[in-house]
């Protein structure tokens, strides 16, 4: 079974962090008419915010975060890891797309739908069947089944649970006065799930290596007999 290394838990840890405190900080910079309630973390980032610069920077490093734990998260096989790259992606391409000053932005929209739903449906993506090429140990617990957070009715209700948030925030944008807190809520639940994830992988491979049989010590070796030294005669 791969190890899951332990930059990786660094990173995904640094997910939330980035995503609240850029958030905070950004939202700080702000005039006194910015509510993070009300307003949504795309206009800390776009046309027109105090500072660009601080919320652009930390949905770059979160999308590479999102990036390096797909490269390394082998237990949640193929699927998963191919929407948590896309995420990624998306999440990062968020900065050529900036939120305009006035009205919304068809291709901003977009990318950042494309975003939400990799990150919302990628724990799903593990209740897929994995690819033959993928062995048995790499994505399994010692007891043949794999890690928590990747079995069938936890990767589901999790997708489940996103997507609810996710659908929130719609209600919100379409006529709600919540939509940054609604926004906020389903981007720290996307935030924290890679961070679950990679805890389960390295809890079942600690259990796994555990399990290993001990390999067989060597005794010492046996002395010779002079009688039995030379050649027989």
Known sequence: MR??????VATAAA???LLVAGSTVAGSRQPPGYD??????????????TDPWLMAGCLALLGCCYLGTALV??????PSRFLLAVGG?????????PRPRVGGSPAHGTVATIAVLALSLWPAGSALRLPRA??????ASPAGTPPWAFRRPVALAVTALLLVLFGWFVVEVTGGSRTGLAERVAALAVALWPLAAVLSARRAHRDWLARQPDPPVAGPARPVSPGRSGAGG
Do not use: K, N
Request: charged share 15%; proline share 7%.
């Open 3 to 8: 190890a899951v290394p332990s930059w990786a």
């Open 15 to 17: 997910a939330p962090v």
């Open 36 to 49: 993070p309630v009300r307003d949504t973390i795309s206009e800390l980032a776009g046309e027109g915010a």
């Open 73 to 78: 998260l082998h237990a949640a096989g193929l």
């Open 89 to 97: 992606m998306a999440t990062i391409a968020l900065i050529a797309f």
């Open 134 to 139: 993928v062995r048995r140990e790499v994505a």
